[in-house]
């Protein structure tokens, strides 16, 4: 589909965000131009790319003759890139959220049988069939608030067949209207088939399942912290992958401080996420390496513990992503606007660096950025039509449940006859 979108009262590109690669970002790096036009061609089959961003009054001749939507004066984001979800998992940790509440903490909670491993059973309890039914309803409340692109962690499995079977789901999710990336966390926990054998289960996962699912997967990823993983179990599996060619992720000191940053450094991953515990000397590492330094608010709020230290990574240059780390025990929400409040508010974060850690910054996490997070020449045409004209606007709203007006993802509009025909596709 071939198209100009006319009439956007603010068209936010972020080309010099792009040209800073997402570091040390200023107002002026949201690249906002007024009244302005956005020209997208190709379509279903064929790749939608942005053919032209700019100024209505500079619209090139070859582009006029193209059908005109009018976007009637309002404004226009990329689409916002998730890249850290674990949106694959079945049942509700309702039960310890009370728990919590009468004093115990997520460690001890853990401690005592539950945590993750009460979600690995409800996730291998649950048919495949079903499984990607509810994956899909996730995937696409993301999608109706303006999230195109989507990271999917597997790591509620725990077996090889579990985890192929989560694997699966994601590689089902790919054919939706998001951008869907597959992460294997099968590091996520021990697995109960071998408790006391942690070693064991991670030369298993990283010799003898990786290989198999390394068609299943885009990136790896280690929960590595106090009671989990530590950084011998990680190089194990990084090793791995790095021999398989798939790029690596990692939880990194979210609830202690272990080491998780340090690794992520010396294995170039994509991206340190979580950072919670992390002291001037990761912040230091981050800011003079490639890794991405992904941050997750809505997990410090619900764990009611101290937030990353955003302001001290952005100022001493570090790129940093936002993320909503949906999961069934630290971050029951998948709400995008929050994730951009609690930035603001709690750590202190400007507007257009929450803009940007929400879309290009989210797609150097996921090694997308040459095609995400922007909306500039040659970039996927993924965005959002927002009413309003100030960004503030999105995190403002916080928690008002408001969608953008149109989403446009993966070559078409979101609509009613897509989520009819998802609804058909997951009858079959
Ligand atoms: O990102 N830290 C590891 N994984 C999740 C929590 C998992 C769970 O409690 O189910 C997180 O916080
Ligand atoms: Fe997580």
């Known amino acids: 589909m071939n198209f100009v979108l006319d009439k956007i009262g603010k068209l936010a590109t972020l080309k010099g965000a792009v040209q800073k690669k997402g570091r040390n970002i200023n107002y002026e790096d949201l690249s906002i131009i007024n009244d302005a036009c956005l020209v997208v061609g190709g379509g279903p089959g064929k790749k939608s790319k942005i053919l032209w961003a700019g100024a209505r009054s500079e619209l090139p001749s070859t582009f006029k003759k193209f059908k005109k939507i009018s976007a009637q004066g309002r404004m226009v984001l990329p689409g916002f890139v998730d890249s850290h979800t674990h949106l694959i998992f079945a049942g509700d940790r309702s039960n310890e959220f009370e728990m919590r509440l009468a004093g115990r903490t997520y460690q001890e909670i853990a401690r005592l049988g539950g945590g993750i491993t009460n979600s690995v059973k409800a996730t291998r309890d649950l048919s495949a069939a079903e499984l990607y039914k509810v994956a899909l309803r996730r995937v696409e409340s993301f999608l109706n608030q303006g999230v195109t692109t989507i990271e999917v962690k597997s790591g509620y499995g725990l077996s090889f067949e579990s985890e192929k079977k989560c694997l699966e789901v994601s590689a089902k999710l790919k054919k939706s209207r998001a951008t869907i990336l597959s992460t294997f966390l099968g590091a996520h926990a021990v697995a109960e088939e071998f408790k006391g ?12 399942w990786l290989p198999k699912f390394h068609n299943l997967c885009d990136f790896v990823d280690i929960f590595l912290d106090e009671g989990y993983f530590n950084q011998e179990d990680a190089r194990a599996l990084f090793q791995s992958a790095q021999k398989l060619g798939i790029p690596t992720k990692i939880h990194a000191d979210e609830l202690v401080l272990t080491g998780g ?7 170039s991953s994509l991206s340190a996420d979580h950072l919670l515990k992390i002291s001037d000397k990761e912040v230091n590492l981050l800011a003079s390496h490639e890794v991405t330094a992904t941050l997750l608010p809505i997990t410090a709020f619900f764990l009611k513990t101290k937030y990353a230290p955003a302001r001290k990574l952005l100022d001493q240059g570090a790129r940093v992503a936002l993320a909503s780390d949906f999961n069934p ?3 029951p929400c998948q709400d995008i606007s929050l994730v951009g409040t609690l930035s603001a508010l709690e750590m202190g974060m400007r507007i257009e660096e929450i803009v940007v850690g929400l879309s290009l910054n989210g797609a150097y996490a996921l090694g ?41 993802s993966s070559g078409e509009w979101l609509d009613e006859s897509y989520a009819t025909r998802m609804n058909l596709m997951e009858k079959k």
Request: net charge negative; proline share 5%.
């Open 197 to 208: 054998r942690k070693s064991q289960y991670i030369r298993e996962i990283s010799q003898n």
């Open 261 to 267: 940053t340090e690794i992520a450094v010396e294995f």
């Open 329 to 331: 025990g630290t971050s």
């Open 368 to 408: 997308l950025q040459k095609t995400k997070g922007a909306l500039i020449e040659g970039y996927d045409s993924d965005f959002f039509v927002v009413d309003g004209e100030n960004p503030a606007k999105l995190f403002y709203e916080f928690g008002s449940g408001r969608p953008p007006v149109k989403v446009f």
